[in-house]
């Protein structure tokens, strides 16, 4: 998982601002996805991309985007849409071994509400 | 759609004991399940994972058993140190195109020295 960077570490963002969250990957893994953690909570799903130029929408996707334009990046932006995007956000990278794909994440953004 | 529940949600534990985390699974098709440490404030970290063929794998300290009749999984920590604290993260994989994981809510597990 050391070549999975996320930028900033921290964030903070104005009311009715939209921010990106920079994803980078060196692994040559295909897909790629964003998760969202909240404070004593699991990992939901935001969305995830299985090949480039191509992604879904995962459990929550809604006042997020994301592009996928390169197999080494995958961008999340945080739309004004999104009322509570406190969160730590997570960015994960898979390779596929046989039937199963193995996730590692990155060190994640914190991202404040101003 | 597959759904994991975990339990405990939290777990203290004094040094040297056991640990022991459940998970379950809703989705008979699923085939894949990895455990992931996560310390306060950092990444997800993978420690072991299994495959639905196999019934257990270990390492060294750390094992996991899966029970596909019953659709449950668990991760047992033997000779916990403090080093040990941290949040515990079962996941299952949907066996469909997308390979998603679906994750549990997560146990907090406390070693007291």
């Known amino acids: 998982d050391g070549g999975i960077t996320q930028s900033p570490k921290y964030l903070f963002r104005k009311e009715g601002q939209n921010v990106t969250l920079s994803c980078e990957q060196n692994?040559?893994?295909?897909?790629m996805y964003w998760y969202r953690q909240d404070p004593g909570q699991g990992l939901r799903l935001i969305y995830y991309?299985?090949?480039?130029?191509?992604?879904q929408k995962g459990d929550i996707a809604e006042g997020y985007s994301v592009s996928r334009e390169k197999k080494e990046s995958f961008p999340l932006t945080v739309t004004s849409a999104q009322k509570n995007p406190t969160a730590f956000y997570l960015c994960?990278?898979?390779?596929?071994?046989?039937?199963?794909?193995?996730?590692?994440f990155g060190p994640g953004t914190r991202l404040l509400v101003l | 759609g597959e759904n994991v529940e975990q339990h405990p949600s939290t777990l203290s534990v004094q040094e040297g004991d056991s640990a022991v985390i459940k998970c379950t699974y809703s989705?008979?098709?699923?085939?894949?399940f990895p455990w992931y440490k996560q310390e306060l404030g950092k990444r997800p970290q993978l420690i072991i994972d299994?495959?639905?063929?196999?019934g257990e794998k270990k390492d060294q300290r750390i094992a996991v058993t899966l029970n596909k009749t019953a659709k449950h999984f668990s991760l047992h920590i033997t000779e916990t140190q403090p080093e040990d604290s941290a949040v515990y993260f079962c996941?299952?994989?949907?066996?469909?195109?997308?390979?998603?994981?679906?994750f549990g809510s997560g146990t907090r597990l406390l070693v007291r020295p």
């Open positions: 994960a990278s898979s390779i596929r071994r046989g039937e199963q794909e193995t996730q590692y």
């Open positions: 692994l040559n893994h295909d897909a």
């Open positions: 991309s299985q090949i480039v130029n191509d992604f």
């Open positions: 989705d008979s098709a699923s085939n894949y």
């Open positions: 299994i495959r639905s063929n196999v």
């Open positions: 996941a299952a994989s949907l066996r469909d195109s997308s390979y998603k994981l679906i």
